[in-house]
């Protein structure tokens, strides 16, 4: 395979093929950044295998070309993945829980797919993950344009982990109003939501969420007198 199969795109940098103790050296980086995580007081940790950062590649055989334990199979290509989440468990309290970002497809002509990460799943969550938060793409700038960009286009990924492996997820993808949200978690198609560009563009949508589904938000004290004008 020639190394510019796996670029992301035409004149992007061609990676590095990491070898054992380069391997080795990242698994133990990954352990101190949550030992520092804890130290710092954070209620969680959540280990990013998503979007073509360095776990995701590992995990894709859009950008896994490996030809040792660490690439081939999708159990293979899982193996670094489960060795990080397997040195984060053993740094962190019982009581800390681990979530674990994965793409649950990589919406690309031989990339991951959801029965792939149905199996990531299953083996982080035996190493020690608590949540699988499903996103998806991120491995290649040639996704299809069909398979994305509607509204909760990657639940239905969130539901098979959830349903298929028995570890509770969190949906993202999106996920833009209350209503939506809540039907997600109603019916039963992951645990969590999690909200990125849409807080961007409304930093206060849970507080406009609690009101429209007739919760009680947890407003600022300096912002009730405005709120109840």
């Given at each position: ?11 992007w ?14 698994v133990?980086?990954f352990?101190?950044a ?32 490996r ?7 999708i ?24 979530f ?116 009680v ?13």
């Amino acid at each position: 395979i020639a190394p510019s199969s796996v670029q992301f795109d035409d004149g992007w940098h061609v990676p590095n093929e990491l070898d054992q103790d380069g391997i080795a050296a990242l698994v133990q980086n990954f352990s101190a950044a949550a030992e520092r995580a804890v130290e710092a007081g954070f209620d969680m940790v959540e280990i990013h295998g998503a979007h073509g950062y360095l776990i995701s590649s590992f995990l894709s055989p859009l950008a896994n070309r490996r030809s040792d334990e660490y690439g081939g199979n999708i159990e293979n290509r899982c193996r670094f993945a489960v060795e990080v989440v397997g040195a984060v468990r053993r740094v962190v309290p019982d009581n800390l829980p681990i979530f674990v970002r994965i793409s649950g497809s990589d919406f690309a002509e031989g990339g991951t797919v959801i029965e792939d990460s149905i199996i990531v799943a299953r083996m982080l969550s035996g190493a020690g993950a608590d949540l699988i938060d499903v996103s998806g793409g991120g491995n290649t700038a040639k996704a299809a344009p069909t398979l994305i960009g509607y509204p909760g286009y990657q639940v239905g990924h969130a539901a098979r982990i959830r349903n298929e492996v028995g570890i509770p997820t969190m949906a993202v993808g999106m996920i833009t109003s209350s209503v939506q949200a809540e039907q997600i978690i109603r019916s039963e198609n992951a645990d969590l939501i999690a909200l990125g560009r849409e807080l961007l563009r409304n930093p206060y949508w849970p507080l406009a969420a609690a009101s429209q589904l007739a919760t009680v938000g947890d407003w600022p004290e300096q912002y009730w007198r405005a709120r109840d004008e």
